[in-house]
């Protein structure tokens, strides 16, 4: 590509993953513009057009969220848009969303004071999860068995005086086998799917789980265009869950990671990501 469109590529670090996205660019001939995301400081006016479009794979919903946002002001599009990662990076936003669109999820309550929390608890029935709204990895969720349980979370939780901690989001315990499914969608595509087998309840690929590519049938492939569609589109990693009353997903990764997927189904993610990004940059 010799025309002068640039591919801005906003980080917080170079994992395997934005090593890849780097060589698709550069088998694409497409210069990219690194912008890390603890350097990059935004003025009220436009500066000189710095890209055509930027990726954001900051691993901070909080940077994403605000440098998307300042992309958009100054006329930049970005993958994925403002709104997307607004929604979809945050739980507590996405399960209302999820709702809204009647896309099956587990039965969720969201609580804003540590007594309320406990009434959401005892109101989902045992075991429960409670999760930070903003969060990945599986990291400071918590399976809670009793209603003494749930009092010390909840007191730790208090205790963090964080606010990401000050909203609880509580959702039912979903009884799944010793796995999840993970579908990745690039706008209308589906490029890859895997499933991700644990011993212990979070299924997370960063916390050890083991993988395997999944050829998804048409209800999960149909779910997963739903799920993503309603967050807004783009570059959506959909989690599902098989309870016992069907497929339910559990969250939609608006900065997913894909080495996990990358390894277990030898689909070209990077590529796939950046064709998306140069179509949403010319568009
Ligand atoms: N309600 C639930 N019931 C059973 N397992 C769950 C539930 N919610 C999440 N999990 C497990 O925990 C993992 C991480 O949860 P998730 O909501 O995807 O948060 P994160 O953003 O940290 O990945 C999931 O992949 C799944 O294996
Ligand atoms: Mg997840």
Same mark, same amino acid.
């Given at each position: ?48 057009? +710095? ?55 587990? /039965? ?30 599986? /990291? ?69 789980? +083991? ?73």
């Amino acid at each position: 590509m010799s025309d002068g469109f640039r591919l801005g590529l906003f980080t917080t670090i170079v994992r395997p993953e934005e090593k890849a996205i780097l060589g698709a660019a550069g088998a694409r001939g497409i210069p990219v513009v690194r912008l890390d995301d603890s350097d990059v400081i935004f003025g009220l006016d436009a500066p000189s057009a +710095t890209a055509d479009v930027v990726l954001n794979r900051s691993v901070s919903h909080t940077r994403a969220l605000y440098a998307a946002r300042c992309f958009a002001h100054y006329g930049t599009p970005t993958v994925n848009p403002p709104d997307v990662i607004e929604v979809a990076g945050d739980k507590v936003l996405a399960s209302l969303r999820l709702a809204e669109h009647g896309i099956p999820t587990p /039965r969720t309550e969201i609580a804003l004071s540590p007594e309320a929390a406990l009434k959401a608890v005892e109101r989902i029935g045992y075991p429960a999860v409670l999760k930070p709204a903003v969060g990945s990895w599986g /990291r400071l969720m918590a399976k809670v068995g009793s209603a003494e349980e749930a009092e010390q979370i909840v007191e730790h939780k208090t205790a963090l005086a964080s606010p990401v901690h000050a909203v609880f989001y509580v959702q039912e315990f979903v009884p799944k086998p010793d796995r999840d499914l993970r579908v990745f969608v690039v706008g209308d595509r589906v490029v890859a799917a895997m499933v991700r087998r644990s011993s212990g309840w979070r299924t997370n690929a960063a916390r050890g789980a +083991t993988t395997e590519p999944l050829a998804p049938s048409a209800e999960l492939e149909e779910l997963a265009h739903r799920a993503a569609a309603a967050m807004g589109g783009g570059v959506l990693a959909v989690d599902v869950m098989e309870s016992p009353r069907g497929l339910v997903v559990h969250e939609v990764n608006p900065t997913p990671e894909f080495k996990a997927l990358n390894a277990a189904t030898g689909a070209d993610i990077a590529g796939a990501i950046v064709d998306h990004c140069v179509e949403v940059g010319r568009r």
